[in-house]
């Protein structure tokens, strides 16, 4: 069960909360990230291997890894994914600066890839960006990310702007009706 914004309170998705089964049948829970989480979303970056794999982040060094955490909890729309407590996985969008084209950001535990959970966490986005009335959702992708690029054009995702050896993806959402 997904719990979405109501269409007159955008505030409501902070509710989102919905059970998965990943592809190897564990119960993962992907909700709405809580101040609670902040201690076990540090740990998830300090485990999460390799560093610096996604257009040069997480940052390897931990004190611009703490401040960029802690700059994406508190101007970004957050969701968690968890397994037995831990968080194993951060999806985070823009959608509190930027209603109308916010930048997305995923990242999941090394041991947690490849398992289903990264789109599941995305198309979460990508349904509350529709009831928001978001325009269109963007991503900074390193070209070598076949997993992210998988993950992202089966979501709708295309490239945009210059070919190099970081691309941009941009999702364009319809146009839904006044929230
Ligand atoms: C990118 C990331 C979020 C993707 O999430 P994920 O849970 O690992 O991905 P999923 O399991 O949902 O999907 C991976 C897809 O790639 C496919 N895939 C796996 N290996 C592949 C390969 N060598 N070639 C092509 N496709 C491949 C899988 O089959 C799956 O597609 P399917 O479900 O249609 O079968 C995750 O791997 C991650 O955190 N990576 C490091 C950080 C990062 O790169 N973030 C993205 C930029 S912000």
């Known amino acids: 069960m997904i719990y979405l914004p109501d269409k007159t309170n955008q ?15 564990f119960d993962i829970t992907i909700r709405a990230y809580q101040v609670e989480d902040y201690p076990r979303l540090i740990d998830m970056y300090d485990r999460f291997e390799p560093k610096r794999i996604a257009m040069g982040l997480p940052h390897s060094d ?10 994406i909890v508190k101007s970004f729309f957050n ?20 209603k109308s084209s916010p930048e997305y ?7 947690f890839r490849n398992r289903g959970i990264g789109t599941s966490q995305t198309m979460i ?24 690029i998988k993950v992202f054009k089966k979501s709708g995702f295309k490239f945009t702007g210059p070919i ?16």
């Open 62 to 71: 931990k004190k611009l890894r703490d401040n960029w955490i802690d700059s």
């Open 105 to 111: 950001m995923i990242f999941l535990d090394q041991d």
């Open 11 to 25: 505030h409501n998705f902070l509710k989102t909360c919905c059970s998965i089964k990943d592809k190897l049948g």
């Open 125 to 148: 986005i990508k349904k509350i960006c529709e009831e928001l009335g978001c325009k269109q959702i963007w991503v900074a992708i390193t070209c070598h990310s076949i997993l992210g």
């Open 164 to 179: 190099g050896p970081e691309r941009e993806m941009v999702l364009k959402l319809k146009p839904k009706s006044k929230i």
């Open 79 to 98: 969701t968690v994914a968890i397994y037995q407590n831990n968080i194993i996985g951060h999806a985070a969008i823009d959608i509190l600066r930027n």
